[in-house]
């Protein structure tokens, strides 16, 4: 672990009473992670140590209780000067945990539904326990403030997503004169490019995740939190006459044993906290997984000097394998051709090619279907984008499949023609 | 200590997804449903591909086309209900839409290529907790030439859509004898089933806002105390000892029973089904009926896509399908679907102990043993149909109310929505017992959105009285014909 370079002003969170440091506005789960702490949680069953995994808000590793709320998601909000983050789900300490004994205890795992069932005693004494360390978090220390009014808009095109596709759909509308919003959950665009066209800023709303596509009497429209320019979120309702989805996917789990001790991270993760954030999360990583981001990964890590433990790629022959360490992971292990290798490593980052985010396509009545080469669900679309959707529904990027950046990028603008073709008059 | 996880947020391991699939759910809804995966704070973003690629490895002769994803719920990410509640919402309007928008593609690509048995004494057409309870305790009974059609998979109905409230708390004397014996039911069928349901009585606190709901808890606490049920009145202070968190404003009276409380419905199906496999009966799932063969009065087969049943008894237990299915067979029903929308939150650690409700505005939330509020709300301008979309509408009206009455969970995150339908009649009543003009058809539907919490107590009378004929005054009072002859007593105890 090394911070390449540091970026913002040196402030300090603290974290279970203790001071950290940090950086102002990076993600507060990378400021954890740069001082040294690995374990952020204890996950809700067998109260296993977790760490940040996906930096995506794709998982559920990282979350935290945040000045007093809890379950957030600490890879998403930004480091602030005195931030209160504590760790939620362990007793008497997230390090030292008791139920972690559940863990130990069942190692082949606990079937809930067939456990005590019909024991007298027991099953009510399982009740009782079981109601107690269910749950991840306590009430809130407070009621919420008051929320700023919903604010509702129209307009012609509504982009959902800045990353790679998204920025350059809307930067090829703006050639051609079609009025579009878009709508991205980071505060910066290009994802993946880790560069953007330049975009109008009133047509920008960064900070803005999409939470929904709904229908009502009014028409379709993207429900989205806006905390644009760092304010207080409010929601959004954005009605369109035509939608563009670029919304990317989400890192997913490889399932190995261990798969979700910390330090286990993802290779997109691990990719932005290096080039958009200065951290380089692991000197001496295992990588493994499969697909063309594996290799790049390798090199990005290379060039900024990092050592790599090992590249196993899961489709050929190393099989069974084990994310060693108690509370980080300090070695991965794997049978290859009969005998059980094992490799020394800070890390281990898991590079597979990445799941669809279909859910809004979905929403909004576009085909979702298995893909068998790609191995996961992509949503089924023309050429251009146009989805089986009964309203101008379109998709791109990674939407339709795993892509490379710049051919998520090429998709974009292929989506974006077709709807200035069509919103011309 | 060494797991290879497949769904991290609940802990949901390779291994368990491979358990189900040994059981016999080998689509997506139905694994998520029995292992857990997906239903966590992540919504399955992170697990879904994984446990997909368990089925695609694992499941033998599995067709691409059998992958479906589940239904993406909203809200996307975690989002506060004090937020949702800022929603514009035109309350004199009916609500329209409901997402997801229709699929184009349904059951039909999991549906099995072998056809289906071509006789049985009992065709049940209804694999929700009705037709399933049904089938088992004519198993107990003896009868087991019986086989159950289910047009989803198990839990795709409204009994693996509901809130799992059980209550005793009832307004006419059937109701609450109904109820009682289904809760000590309940008591054991962990015992009897092998499969847990995770009972909690934590009680039901109902809240009354106007005279006219005031005056109809404290009529029916003196009913509920008089066939052993212990409600009491209590006021808003006292309530508050109950629910702390709760503020009382315009609260005039509260009704109390500490023995009603909420199960996990899913688990049910699981059971009553593992026992009918057991027993010989078959429980068919994404079959759909598409028409019956009637001569002299009575149906000879019921016809679905998977091939004839010749039969001797058919019983609809199909909720708020039954309207449709009755009229393939030239029955016309008074049931309406009407749909009603649910949510759940982030998981908490307990604070809440009984299901609190709103009688004046429909208003229920109750905390499940995984921690999570879950909750709805009527809508007086719901038109009636088979729509189970989910709107923002409905999130707004409900965070709305619950923030209203528990301030404290403004900042709680939703995670997701869904709905079901209430199969609503004109006295709130179920219709049982036989079909006027075609007697070998027998009812078992209307619950209005109880369905579930009776379902136990129904079943075990309805076996008896089906195997020997004993009589029973709930197969001659809750009749359909009782429409014509308008007998009715109405049911004043309906959430929603």
Known sequence: MRRIEQRGQAITVELDGDPVPAFDGEPVALSLLAAGETVFARSIKYHRPRGPYCFAAACSHCLMRVDGVPNIYTCRIPARAGMRLERQNAYPSVKVDVFQSIDWLFPRGLDHHAMFAGVPVAEQVMAKVARHLAGLGLLPDKPAPDRMPCETLRVKVAVAGGGASGSSAAARLAAQGVPFLLLERDPFLGGRRFSAPDLPRDQVRLRTPVIGLYEDDAGWYLAAVSAADASEPRLLKVYAERFLLAVGGHPPTLPFENNELPGVFSGRAATSMLRRHGLLIAEEPALVGRGPELAELQRLLESHGAKIAAVVDVDGDAKDLKAHGRNKVNGLSFARRGRRKKVDCDAILVSVPISPSFELARQGGARVSWSPPHRTFVVEAAADGRTHAAFPLYVSGELTAPHAPEESAKSGELAADAIAREARP | ?496
């Open chain 2, 1 to 496: 200590m060494s797991k290879a996880l497949v769904c991290p947020c609940e802990d949901v391991t390779v291994d368990d997804v491979k358990h189900a699939i040994q059981k016999g759910y080998c689509d997506v809804e139905s694994v998520k449903r029995y292992t857990g995966f997906g239903t966590g704070i992540c919504q399955g973003k992170s697990c879904l591909t994984a446990v997909a690629q368990v089925l695609a490895s694992e499941v033998k002769d599995i067709k691409p086309t059998s992958i479906l994803p589940f239904t993406p719920r909203t809200p996307l990410y975690p989002t506060e209900l004090s937020l949702m509640a800022t929603a514009p919402v035109d309350e004199s309007r009916a609500p329209s839409g409901g997402v997801p928008a229709s699929l184009g593609y349904s059951f039909h690509a999991l549906r099995p290529e072998a056809p289906v048995q071509s006789r049985a004494k009992v065709v049940i057409i209804g694999g929700g907790i009705m037709g399933l309870a049904l089938a088992h305790n004519l198993a107990s009974r003896g009868e087991k030439d019986v086989v159950v059609l289910e047009k989803g998979y198990l839990c795709a109905g409204a009994s693996g859509r509901n809130g799992g409230g059980v209550r005793m708390q009832w307004g006419t004397s059937a109701m609450i004898e109904l109820a009682k014996r289904s809760i000590d039911l309940m008591k054991q069928f962990a015992r009897e089933m092998g499969i847990n349901i995770w009972l909690r009585q934590g009680g039901y606190l109902f809240l009354a806002k106007t005279k006219k709901i005031a005056d109809r808890l404290e009529a029916g606490a003196k009913l509920h105390n008089r066939h052993g049920v212990p409600t009491q009145i209590l006021t808003p202070d006292a309530a508050k000892d109950v629910v702390p968190q709760l503020t009382m404003k315009d609260v005039l009276v509260c009704a109390y029973n500490s023995e009603d409380g909420v199960i996990f419905p899913w688990p049910f199906l699981w059971g009553y089904a593992q026992s009918c496999q057991k027993k010989g009966i078959k429980v068919e799932t994404f079959t759909n009926v598409v028409g019956f063969e009637i001569a002299g009065g009575k149906i000879l087969k019921v016809k679905t896509d998977r091939g004839d049943i010749a039969c001797e008894q058919v019983v609809l237990a199909a909720g708020a399908w039954s309207p449709s299915v009755a009229e393939l067979a030239g029955v016309t029903l008074p049931n309406e679907p009407h749909r009603h929308e649910i949510l759940s939150t982030e998981p908490l650690k307990p604070f809440l102990g009984p299901l609190v409700s709103v009688l004046d505005s429909g208003l229920y939330f109750s905390q499940s043993m995984r921690g999570e509020i879950v909750g709805g709300m009527g809508d007086p301008k719901e038109p009636a149909g088979l729509n189970m979309g989910s709107t923002l509408r409905f999130v707004k009206r409900f965070a709305s109310a619950l923030t209203e009455q528990l301030p404290v969970v403004g900042r709680i995150k939703v995670l997701r929505q869904w709905a079901g339908c209430y199969d609503v009649t004109p006295d709130n009543n179920p219709i049982l017992g036989r079909t006027p003009g075609l007697p070998n058809l027998l009812q078992m539907s209307g619950f209005v959105g109880h369905g579930f919490m009776m379902a136990p107590a129904v079943a075990e009378r309805m076996a008896e009285w089906m195997v020997k004929g004993a009589p029973d005054e709930l197969f001659t009072r809750f009749t359909l014909d009782r429409f014509q002859k308008g007998d009715l007593e109405r049911e004043e105890f309906i959430i929603g």
